[in-house]
């Protein structure tokens, strides 16, 4: 780091080097703390996530027993919706029904596995129940389905990189 700081007419005469050769040294030392600082971002962010899903794994487990008896328990009752609009709620959990709602980026509040509920759901069924417009329940979708692809897209590279290490540490 400290050599990033240091002037390249300084760094050239304290080297011997050109500070052409000099702001080579310096942009690649950049490169090397740029990429780190990415892989350290990376894996705290796969810590947080595998953390957040052994959390939300025991709350479901908690949470689905209960609701499991209930469910045995309770009449069905025909309410005149359309099958479609049945098949989104029912799908999406009033729970996060109401993260879509009433979250400004409800994307970034969802679990993967929510995500990906949104995103099969049908856009005239999810904008049914969340009582939008279509083209607001698209551009819901699609939001979603970056935030899905980039959270893939982080797992996929934390794994690319533990793999990576574990190549290096092998080495003699």
Do not use: F, H, N
Request: with cysteine; aromatic share 2%; glycine share 2%.
């Amino acid at each position: 780091k400290v050599l990033i700081d240091v002037p390249r007419s300084e760094l050239a005469e304290e080297l011997a080097q050109s500070e052409t050769k000099v702001q080579v040294l310096q942009d690649t030392l950049q490169q090397v703390l740029d990429r780190r600082e990415e892989e350290r971002q990376s894996r705290q962010l796969l810590e947080l996530y595998l953390e957040a899903l052994k959390t939300e794994d025991s709350i479901l487990s908690k949470v689905a027993e209960p609701e499991a008896a209930a469910r045995k328990e309770m009449d069905v009752v025909d309410t005149g919706a359309s099958s479609t609009d049945t098949a989104a709620t029912t799908a999406l959990s009033d729970q996060v029904l109401a993260a879509l709602k009433e979250k400004p980026a409800p994307e970034l509040c969802l679990d993967s596995q929510d995500l990906e509920l949104v995103l099969k759901a049908d856009a005239a069924a999810l904008a049914s129940a969340l009582g939008w417009d279509k083209q607001k329940a698209g551009a819901l979708q699609s939001a979603c389905d970056q935030e899905l692809s980039k959270r893939l897209q982080q797992v996929q590279t934390l794994l690319s990189l533990r793999s990576t290490s574990k190549g290096k540490k092998t080495l003699p």
